[in-house]
């Protein structure tokens, strides 16, 4: 086993990243590792794991393992961070009750299987894989995360049976979903807040030419998105949805019929860049008195009410971060349930394709969220647990990229628990 500089242990980390180990050596007399980061090495084999006793956090990232059989024996283990290997199959977390953050990006996989018995999984990061279709994975009650952008998924049709509804966020970006009506699937998804379906070939334009907007298309099946392709939601952009939704044709294509979509979005949902639809400027002039309205309740000062100045720099900022600013609009009452609305906070971690130049995973989750993994008053620990829930490049002295480090718990998005009642003052419909 490496000595001297090569490891850094106390009585909660090992960390032996970058070292050059082929296996994994027995843990010495006295070894009581909480953490154990193993980053960035020869080991083909996960072995001799089970001497660590009371192991809760493994990292394995960038190495050569080809089976995962090992870890079957660290029942109190909670994280498990194995991307860029060459893992063919999910296997070995039968006995793993406790596990509630997994991340199996970078390697070989092409099936979710064999998730049944880690019903306390709430982050699965199975991106850049080789998945060709959504398993079953509804069992998952607790799963709020859903990685798997850069595989070969080209239907979504199992969402809806496969998918729990416990989402909160999902990335499908690159894959190989070529009909937008697809995500018409992922309507019964009522908690998802962020999603991602960038560089899939249905929202890429076929001959350069970008002829519609997608994205009021999108959030008109999936209300109540904050964050869409890295991007808030914007107050024109959720009005608009709702118009699709409950005035014009927004769900009235079925999949199959991608084409007649794309025309029909290309009347009603021009590039932003073009000149607006006479419907836009309905909308806009709607927004506009609804934020006058809402002033007026928050200031008690009688506004001037017409509404006829241009505020489109309020119409494209993202929703409100306050719901006493929050906006209901006069044709849909979808989004104003209190148990589902959702306050978007400027520092929300939005879900963005590549965080880092390189391949790295998306992780807007935060292992905070699935209760802190590190013992108390332990600045080592902490630390390292962040690190491990960045993902990759668990060096020593060296910080995960800024772009690639989970957030502070406090710029998390607030539980729905914890949300602040909404307003009882409503613009009139």
Known sequence: MATGNQQQQSNTVLDLSNTGLHKIDPATSGTAAFTLILDKNEINRIENIESYTGLQQLSLAHNKLVRMLGVNKLHSLRVLNLPHNNIHMIEGLRDLKSLVWLNLSANNIKTIENLIHNSQLRHVDLSDNRIQYLGDISYLKNLKTLLVHGNSISTLSTASKHIPKSLTILSLAENNISDLTEVSYLTCLKLLEQLSVMNNPCVLPADGIIKYDYRPYVINWCLELQILDGKPV????????????????????????????????????????????????????????????????????????????????????????????????????????????????????????????????????????????????????????????????????????????????????????????????????
């Open 234 to 429: 914007t107050h024109r952009e959720s009005l608009k949805a709702e118009w699709l939704y409950s005035q014009g044709k927004g769900r009235a294509y079925h999949p199959g019929q991608h084409l007649p979509l794309q025309d029909y979005l290309s009347t009603v949902c021009p590039p932003l860049a073009d000149l607006q639809t006479d419907e836009d400027a309905k909308l806009s002039r709607v927004l506009n008195k609804q934020l006058q309205y809402q002033k007026q309740l928050q200031t008690d000062v009688p506004g001037d009410g017409d509404g006829s100045h241009d505020l489109y720099s309020a119409v494209d900022s993202p929703v409100p971060k306050s719901p006493h600013s929050a906006v209901t609009t006069p044709t849909h009452t979808h989004r104003t349930t209190d148990d589902q609305q959702r306050v978007l906070r400027t520092d929300t971690p939005a879900l963005h394709r590549h965080f880092t130049p390189g391949r790295d995973t998306v992780t807007p989750d935060k292992l905070d969220e699935c209760e802190p993994i590190h013992p108390p008053s332990t600045t080592d620990s902490v630390e390292v647990d962040a690190r491990i829930a960045a993902g990759d490049g668990l060096h020593d002295n060296q910080p995960p990229h800024p772009d690639n480090q989970p957030p502070h718990p406090d710029n998390q998005p607030p539980h729905p628990d914890n949300q602040p009642p909404h307003p009882d003052n409503q613009p009139p419909h």
